[in-house]
């Protein structure tokens, strides 16, 4: 694996995804959520993996909860792990990672 800079490849895969005929909407959201995840991921791309996603998903949980807000719904979270595992799926086809770390991650079921 080469080593890459996260935001050259963020953006190629949304050159790629844009594409893939989304609404403008739709565009807006995923890029939000890719980059509220890599705003806080401090490793590179090649060492991702599930153990990440899951630290993610339960920061993304606390800061809402800590902001005096219920938490999000879990469709929401599950919305934030399409768009990770969309992501990950894509670096796999054109080779900036070897394996899909999202590969087999459960999305998050109700209670």
């Known amino acids: 694996m080469i080593?890459?800079?996260?935001?050259?490849?963020?953006?190629?895969?949304?050159?790629?995804?844009?594409?893939e005929r989304y609404?403008?909407?739709?565009?807006r959201v995923r890029w939000y959520r890719l980059?509220?995840?890599?705003?806080g991921y401090e490793g590179s791309l090649?060492?991702?993996?599930?153990?990440d996603l899951r630290r993610y998903l339960?920061?993304?949980q606390l800061e809402r909860r800590d902001g005096g807000q219920q938490g999000l719904a879990l469709s929401t979270?599950?919305?934030?792990?399409q768009v990770i595992r969309?992501?990950?799926?894509?670096?796999?086809?054109?080779?900036?990672m070897a394996i899909d770390p999202t590969?087999?991650?459960q999305v998050i079921q109700g209670a």
């Open 103 to 105: 590969d087999g991650f």
């Open 46 to 51: 090649q060492s991702f993996s599930a153990a």
């Open 58 to 60: 339960a920061k993304l």
């Open 3 to 19: 080593p890459v800079d996260l935001t050259s490849v963020v953006r190629e895969y949304f050159d790629y995804a844009s594409q």
């Open 86 to 96: 969309h992501f990950c799926r894509w670096c796999v086809s054109v080779g900036y």
């Open 35 to 39: 980059m509220l995840f890599f705003q």
């Open 77 to 81: 979270l599950n919305g934030h792990v």
């Open 23 to 27: 609404s403008c909407g739709t565009r």
